[in-house]
């Protein structure tokens, strides 16, 4: 039995982005972020244990981010971002919740990056 987070839980809104596709001379990718759409999740600034066990994970996470899979989108670190209220959540990994076998909710490990 799968277990589903009720809506409430998704209440804040964010800006997925994607990495627009290019190189500079050099073969570096110089893709600027382009919105994606904005999406329902949750956003948890880390502190205490959560904090702690995160960063195992990533040594620079602050955040954690838990939303539905969308459907026309497969997220990779590299690609994506969070873009919340102007604060800017790179993906450091991504997986499926515990217990969600059809992989219908997802929980980003993100670190902000300070602009």
């Given amino acids: 039995m799968t277990t589903t987070s009720p809506a409430g839980t998704f209440r804040h809104r964010v800006d997925l982005e994607r990495r627009s596709t290019g190189s500079g ?65 790179t993906i450091a990994e991504i997986a499926p919740v515990d217990g969600d076998q059809y992989n219908r909710e997802l929980i980003a490990v993100c670190s902000e990056k300070k602009t």
Avoid: C, M
């Fill in 25 to 89: 001379s050099r073969g570096q990718r110089s893709g600027a972020w382009q919105t994606v759409r904005e999406i329902a999740a949750e956003v948890l600034e880390l502190a205490g244990r959560q904090l702690e066990n995160a960063r195992k994970i990533s040594s620079s996470a602050t955040h954690q981010v838990r939303l539905r899979q969308p459907s026309d989108a497969t997220l990779t670190t590299d690609d994506y971002r969070f873009n919340y209220g102007g604060r800017l959540l």
